[in-house]
């Protein structure tokens, strides 16, 4: 027996679920790319952008995942062979050293753990020691999708400002941004990037580059540039070179949509609303936790993310659930990747995400537990519940 038909939903960290309107904002023929409405979409969205990353830097849209906007930043701003430093806090800071690898970068792991969000004492600290100011940019993600992790990017800001140190700051708000505070210019952020799928409620295919002043000047100098990626071609003055090329039409009528949605929402409003029911998530978990099999990934409570939360449920367990909050509720959570692989969870609540969906989710997990024999505390989604009744 399955109660599945009705609504699904894909309460997995990316891709989120996309909302109808920025669907049918696709579903339209395709348009002259030297004259008409993509001209002023373009500008729409690369000013709209601006206002996402909160800076007054230049915007860069590329058709790619977030795997290319991750070339893109280090291509246009660093030289071969130059010393990067990689903050880990979970899978998806490591990643983007590795692609660094790849383009002839000299990556230097500063050791984290999944469980706990970049220490900034330990990077002022490494930066300190470096006293030629051979590490010439920092990376660091601000939610890592596969632990949990949210890092305190002003506070990593304030760790390379008292070292001192001039390296370019680099971050990764994939699976933040749209979802809670970023402030690329008041944290002194030098390159931000972002993907379309996650907190913009995009289907996967765009990603975009914000860069600041520093970064602008790092990248006369830079020898790793890339002809599709380069910003300086991309900063000409025909339209198509926005793209380096065609642009990716349907893509970008969807994610116009998508902005419209968010500032009409008010960026604020869904960072909060990204908080109540990321805090509602947690509450959940605290009671299920008295069970003894479910825990918290991130041990530290102030390093839980608002965008997705990990959960470790115990050996052989995160299979049979999720299969049947998904064949038999008709709801997809995340399995764990990576280090975490078949230990757990992952429930997002990132983009176009309400509180039918998000209680609804946590009542499916609830209902897998009991059925499956689980052992959990009772009243996880009660718990969430109770919160949201006090907080609203
Ligand atoms: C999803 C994700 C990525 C990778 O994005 P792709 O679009 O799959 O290339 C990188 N960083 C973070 C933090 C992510 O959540």
Same mark, same amino acid.
């Given at each position: 027996?399955?109660?599945?038909?009705?609504?699904?939903?894909? #309460?997995?960290?990316?891709?989120?679920?996309?909302?109808?309107?920025?669907?049918?904002?696709?579903? @339209?023929?395709?348009?002259?790319?030297?004259? !008409? /409405?993509?001209?002023?979409?373009?500008?729409?969205?690369?000013?709209?952008?601006?206002?996402?990353?909160?800076?007054? *830097?230049?915007?860069?849209?590329?058709?790619?995942?977030?795997?290319?906007?991750?070339?893109?930043?280090? =291509?246009?701003?660093?030289?071969?062979?130059?010393?990067?430093?990689?903050?880990? +806090?979970?899978?998806?800071?490591?990643?983007?050293?590795?692609?660094? %690898?790849?383009?002839?970068?000299?990556?230097?792991?500063?050791?984290?753990?999944?469980?706990?969000?970049?220490?900034?004492?330990?990077?002022?600290?490494?930066?300190?020691?470096?006293?030629?100011?051979?590490?010439?940019?920092?990376?660091?993600?601000?939610?890592?999708?596969? +632990?949990?992790?949210?890092?305190?990017?002003?506070?990593?800001?304030?760790?390379?400002?008292?070292?001192?140190? /001039?390296?370019?700051?680099?971050?990764?708000?994939?699976?933040? $941004?749209? =979802?809670?505070?970023?402030? #690329?210019?008041?944290?002194?952020?030098?390159?931000?990037?972002?993907? +379309? %799928?996650? *907190?913009? #409620?995009?289907?996967?295919?765009?990603?975009?580059?914000?860069?600041?002043?520093?970064?602008?000047?790092?990248?006369?100098?830079?020898?790793?540039?890339?002809?599709?990626?380069?910003?300086?071609?991309?900063?000409?003055?025909?339209?198509?070179?926005?793209? =380096?090329?065609?642009?990716?039409?349907?893509?970008?009528?969807?994610?116009?949509?998508?902005?419209?949605?968010?500032?009409?929402?008010?960026?604020?409003?869904?960072?909060?609303?990204?908080? $109540?029911? !990321?805090?509602?998530?947690?509450?959940?978990?605290?009671?299920?936790?008295?069970?003894?099999? &479910?825990?918290?990934?991130?041990?530290?409570?102030?390093?839980?993310?608002?965008?997705?939360?990990?959960?470790?449920?115990?050996?052989?367990?995160?299979?049979?659930?999720?299969?049947?909050?998904?064949? &038999?509720?008709?709801?997809?959570?995340?399995?764990?990747?990576?280090?975490?692989?078949?230990?757990?969870? @992952?429930?997002?609540?990132?983009?176009?995400?309400?509180?039918?969906?998000?209680?609804?989710? $946590?009542?499916?997990?609830?209902?897998?537990?009991?059925?499956?024999?689980?052992?959990?505390?009772?009243?996880?989604? %009660?718990?969430? #519940?109770?919160?949201?009744? %006090?907080?609203?």
């Amino acid at each position: 027996m399955t109660l599945r038909n009705g609504k699904e939903f894909l #309460m997995i960290p990316g891709p989120t679920n996309v909302p109808d309107e920025v669907l049918r904002a696709m579903h @339209r023929p395709a348009v002259d790319i030297y004259e !008409g /409405p993509l001209l002023e979409t373009t500008d729409y969205c690369l000013a709209k952008l601006k206002e996402t990353f909160r800076t007054n *830097g230049k915007t860069y849209i590329y058709a790619s995942n977030g795997h290319g906007a991750w070339d893109a930043a280090l =291509c246009n701003t660093l030289r071969r062979g130059d010393k990067v430093l990689v903050l880990e +806090s979970g899978r998806f800071a490591l990643g983007w050293g590795e692609a660094g %690898q790849i383009n002839g970068l000299n990556v230097e792991v500063l050791p984290g753990s999944w469980e706990k969000s970049v220490d900034p004492k330990r990077l002022e600290d490494r930066l300190a020691m470096d006293k030629s100011h051979e590490i010439r940019a920092v990376l660091v993600v601000q939610v890592d999708t596969a +632990s949990g992790v949210w890092n305190d990017i002003a506070a990593l800001r304030q760790a390379i400002d008292a070292a001192g140190h /001039p390296a370019l700051f680099m971050v990764d708000t994939i699976a933040s $941004l749209g =979802c809670m505070p970023f402030e #690329m210019d008041a944290w002194g952020v030098d390159v931000a990037l972002t993907g +379309s %799928q996650k *907190g913009l #409620m995009c289907p996967p295919g765009l990603s975009f580059v914000a860069a600041g002043p520093k970064a602008d000047e790092a990248h006369k100098t830079a020898d790793l540039r890339t002809n599709y990626t380069d910003w300086t071609f991309r900063q000409g003055a025909e339209h198509y070179q926005k793209y =380096c090329g065609t642009p990716p039409e349907h893509l970008l009528f969807g994610f116009r949509k998508a902005l419209e949605l968010l500032f009409e929402e008010g960026l604020e409003k869904a960072w909060r609303r990204h908080a $109540l029911l !990321g805090e509602a998530t947690r509450r959940a978990i605290e009671v299920w936790s008295e069970g003894g099999v &479910v825990s918290f990934n991130v041990s530290e409570p102030h390093a839980r993310s608002n965008s997705v939360t990990v959960l470790k449920i115990g050996e052989g367990n995160a299979a049979a659930l999720r299969d049947f909050t998904k064949e &038999v509720c008709g709801v997809t959570v995340g399995g764990t990747i990576g280090d975490l692989s078949g230990k757990g969870i @992952r429930i997002a609540h990132m983009g176009h995400v309400n509180a039918v969906m998000l209680l609804g989710t $946590l009542s499916a997990v609830e209902l897998g537990f009991q059925r499956l024999g689980m052992p959990h505390g009772k009243g996880g989604a %009660q718990a969430a #519940m109770d919160y949201l009744a %006090q907080s609203l």
